[in-house]
């Protein structure tokens, strides 16, 4: 009914008005007969303006809360994800920016038949403080480290997206070449669990006693030498030291690998100065560590002139860390937040039992991003898991005996052949501690199967 008033009202409105403009003078139709269509649009709003009873207080609707510009709104886990998406783009991208613009390179791709004068050229491209020259020794290394037959190469690109922009932050602050990034590369293919026969372990391949030195905790629940970061800054420390006393990064780098005592005597031996002058007088495996160095640098720079692409990483590129200020065992952080104890185990190597012993101390956990705010949510439910996971490490008289014990010894069988130098060489200890260690009188009496411990812990 209402709404029939409306209408009827609206036209009366209009008839009234209609009637009006007949009674005008001619003229002043004309000047109004423009104006029609306005007067309409005009009228028409008459018809919404209808009045109506009012209806009942409707209350206010409460203003949305403010959204912080940074978060939008988010949890923190959805912000940590969302970081870690990011890292990870951003980490590929530098990956394959430095290649792209600072490897300026031709895209011949190298094949047997390639002159020796495109290799040299491609490594002075390579300017850097550490000598890089080309030589057929040299030549040897680049095939080797640039074949696709075992996919070498692929995995340690792979790894490298993870590993060395926190090598190179360390050589950074260091004020060392960051060419030395290449070194973990022969040393132990980038994996930080490696272990050699000498006992040398982590990704710089620290011997027990050189990584004590360093400021490295190596026991049975903690190595630190498979630490990422802190194995590199000891090398950073051991390398700053060995250029302060050759000044001159091929020889530094040749005692790395067989100790300042082996490269000393090589140079007082040949008369030499540099690695090269001295090259024959160095312990085998040195003589092609160097050459190894040059090769690694260059199949790193120049690994798409032999078509290598980069294996996937196996670690989360995007990771973060917490301190931990109790004891933790890594399954209470898998079970609980969800991240598979192989990424954990990836991401924290130097927790050889899985067990973290912040009793006395924090220690330094490392998560993937994307758990961090996960992780820091469920804290009081990770330790109400105590009992499940360390029934035998609440007794701290246990954790105590564990974290003082020492890693057990590196033994070796003699074989026919064999001599207690020779033997001490390749372990890189001297005669007389193997003689000491075995309780050894006279090196010359060696029993073929005789088992020698080759190192102090």
Same mark, same amino acid.
Request: aromatic fraction near 8%; charge should be positive.
């Given at each position: 009914?209402?709404?029939?008033?409306?209408?009827?009202? @609206?036209?009366?409105?209009?008839?009234?008005?209609?009637?009006? !403009?007949?009674?005008?003078?001619?003229?002043?139709?004309?000047?109004?007969?423009?104006?029609?269509?306005?007067?309409?649009? =005009?009228?028409?709003?008459?018809?919404?303006?209808?009045?109506?009873?009012?209806?009942?207080?409707?209350? &206010?609707?409460?203003?949305?809360?403010?959204?912080?510009?940074?978060?939008?709104?988010?949890?923190? +886990?959805?912000?940590?994800?969302?970081?870690?998406?990011?890292?990870?783009? +951003?980490?590929?991208?530098?990956?394959?920016?430095?290649?792209?613009?600072?490897?300026?390179?031709?895209?011949?791709?190298?094949?047997?038949?390639?002159?020796?004068?495109?290799?040299?050229? /491609?490594?002075?491209?390579?300017?850097?403080?550490?000598?890089?020259?080309?030589?057929?020794?040299?030549?040897?290394?680049?095939?080797?480290?640039?074949?696709?037959?075992?996919?070498?190469?692929?995995?340690?690109?792979?790894?490298?997206?993870?590993?060395?922009?926190?090598?190179?932050?360390? $050589?950074?602050?260091?004020?060392?070449?960051?060419?030395?990034?290449?070194?973990?590369?022969?040393?132990?293919?980038?994996?930080?669990?490696?272990?050699? /026969? &000498?006992?040398?372990?982590?990704?710089? %391949?620290?011997?027990?006693?050189?990584?004590? !030195?360093?400021?490295?905790?190596?026991?049975?629940?903690?190595?630190?030498? /498979?630490?990422?970061?802190?194995?590199? =800054?000891?090398?950073? /420390?051991?390398?700053?030291?060995?250029?302060?006393?050759?000044?001159?990064?091929? $020889?530094?780098?040749?005692?790395?690998?067989?100790?300042?005592?082996?490269?000393?005597?090589?140079? @007082?031996?040949?008369?030499?100065?540099?690695?090269?002058?001295?090259?024959?007088?160095?312990?085998?495996?040195?003589?092609?560590?160097?050459?190894?160095?040059?090769? @690694?640098?260059?199949?790193?720079?120049?690994?798409? %002139?032999?078509?290598?692409?980069?294996?996937?990483?196996?670690?989360?590129?995007?990771?973060?860390?917490?301190?931990?200020?109790?004891?933790?065992?890594?399954?209470?952080?898998?079970?609980?937040?969800?991240?598979?104890?192989?990424?954990?185990?990836?991401?924290?190597?130097?927790?050889?039992?899985?067990? #973290?012993?912040?009793?006395?101390?924090?220690?330094? $956990?490392?998560?993937? %991003?994307?758990?961090?705010?996960?992780?820091?949510?469920?804290?009081?439910?990770?330790?109400?898991?105590?009992?499940?996971?360390?029934?035998?490490?609440?007794?701290?008289?246990?954790?105590?005996?564990?974290?003082?014990?020492?890693?057990?010894?590196?033994?070796?069988?003699?074989?026919?052949?064999?001599? $207690?130098?020779?033997? &001490?060489?390749?372990?890189?200890?001297?005669?007389? =501690?193997?003689?000491?260690?075995?309780?050894?009188?006279?090196?010359?009496?060696?029993? #073929?199967?005789?088992?020698?411990?080759?190192?102090?812990?």
């Amino acid at each position: 009914m209402r709404s029939l008033l409306c209408l009827l009202l @609206a036209a009366l409105l209009g008839a009234t008005t209609a009637s009006a !403009s007949d009674r005008q003078p001619r003229k002043e139709r004309k000047k109004k007969r423009n104006r029609t269509e306005v007067v309409a649009e =005009q009228a028409a709003p008459a018809v919404e303006t209808c009045p109506e009873p009012a209806d009942p207080p409707v209350a &206010a609707p409460e203003p949305e809360p403010e959204v912080n510009d940074l978060t939008l709104g988010l949890t923190p +886990q959805q912000v940590d994800s969302l970081v870690a998406v990011w890292r990870e783009r +951003q980490r590929h991208d530098t990956y394959d920016e430095f290649f792209e613009r600072y490897i300026l390179a031709d895209t011949l791709p190298v094949a047997d038949t390639t002159p020796d004068s495109l290799y040299a050229g /491609r490594l002075r491209a390579l300017v850097s403080p550490v000598p890089l020259p080309y030589n057929d020794i040299v030549k040897g290394y680049i095939a080797r480290y640039t074949s696709r037959r075992d996919g070498l190469i692929s995995r340690i690109l792979g790894l490298s997206k993870y590993y060395f922009p926190l090598i190179e932050e360390e $050589l950074i602050k260091a004020e060392l070449p960051v060419e030395l990034r290449a070194l973990p590369i022969i040393e132990s293919a980038l994996q930080p669990g490696a272990t050699s /026969r &000498a006992g040398a372990a982590g990704l710089w %391949q620290f011997m027990p006693v050189t990584g004590r !030195s360093y400021g490295l905790e190596v026991n049975s629940l903690v190595d630190e030498r /498979r630490d990422p970061i802190r194995s590199t =800054q000891a090398a950073c /420390r051991y390398l700053k030291d060995l250029y302060a006393i050759y000044h001159d990064w091929t $020889l530094a780098i040749a005692a790395y690998n067989c100790g300042p005592g082996n490269v000393n005597k090589a140079i @007082a031996r040949s008369g030499g100065k540099t690695f090269w002058e001295i090259y024959d007088f160095l312990p085998r495996e040195t003589r092609g560590y160097v050459p190894a160095f040059i090769g @690694a640098s260059y199949a790193y720079a120049y690994h798409r %002139q032999h078509d290598i692409e980069p294996a996937e990483t196996p670690v989360p590129l995007s990771v973060d860390t917490v301190h931990v200020a109790r004891l933790t065992h890594l399954e209470q952080i898998a079970s609980t937040i969800d991240v598979p104890m192989k990424t954990l185990r990836l991401l924290n190597p130097q927790y050889k039992l899985d067990i #973290i012993p912040a009793t006395t101390k924090p220690y330094v $956990l490392v998560l993937p %991003q994307r758990n961090i705010a996960d992780y820091i949510a469920r804290e009081e439910e990770i330790r109400g898991k105590d009992s499940l996971y360390l029934k035998e490490y609440l007794d701290p008289a246990n954790l105590d005996k564990k974290r003082t014990q020492p890693a057990g010894g590196t033994y070796y069988k003699v074989k026919n052949g064999d001599t $207690l130098g020779a033997i &001490a060489r390749r372990y890189h200890v001297t005669t007389t =501690q193997l003689m000491r260690w075995n309780g050894i009188k006279d090196a010359r009496k060696l029993r #073929i199967g005789q088992r020698l411990r080759v190192s102090a812990n």
